[in-house]
């Protein structure tokens, strides 16, 4: 148990420096470029693409790891990419028990994949490590 209490604090310690990445880039960014599905139109891409889609893809992974256990997901989807244009991430959740189909229905799947801005949720991170390395840098 101690082993994956670690492994959270260095996953989240790594997630702290991709939210602040992600929050500033979604400040630089125009909103209709701050969604992970874009329609660019006649835009240039490079002017439309970011960090964005990643670390917000990371943070609906994050999130749905904490609602629910996610063993299975890794075999599963491990050496593909998953596109918020098809529904297998969805389809993936939806075998569940009832508890679980309950928590999956109220997830906002439209404001993850198309809303501007930040995510609907940011799930919780472990700063320990973090405040840790603060504190030594302000000595």
């Not at 310690?13 to 939210?19: E, W």
């Not at 529904?87 to 009832?98: A, C, G, N, Q, R």
């Not at 993850?112 to 490590?129: I, K, N, Q, Y």
């Amino acid at each position: 148990m101690a082993r994956v209490k670690n492994n959270h604090k260095f996953l989240d310690f790594d997630a702290i420096d991709g939210r602040k990445h992600m929050m500033d880039a979604i400040e630089e960014m125009t909103p209709g470029n701050t969604p992970p599905v874009l329609d660019i139109g006649d835009e240039d891409p490079d002017d439309s693409y970011s960090s964005i889609a990643y670390e917000k893809g990371f943070t609906l992974l994050l999130y749905l790891e904490r609602l629910i256990f996610f063993k299975a997901y890794a075999p599963r989807f491990s050496s593909r990419i998953l596109t918020p244009q098809s529904d297998e991430l969805k389809d993936f959740f939806m075998p569940y028990s009832e508890d679980e189909k309950k928590v999956i229905a109220q997830i906002d799947w439209y404001a993850w994949f198309h809303r501007a801005g930040l995510p609907p949720v940011l799930p919780e991170l472990d700063t320990s490590m973090s405040c840790d390395s603060q504190n030594l840098a302000s000595l």
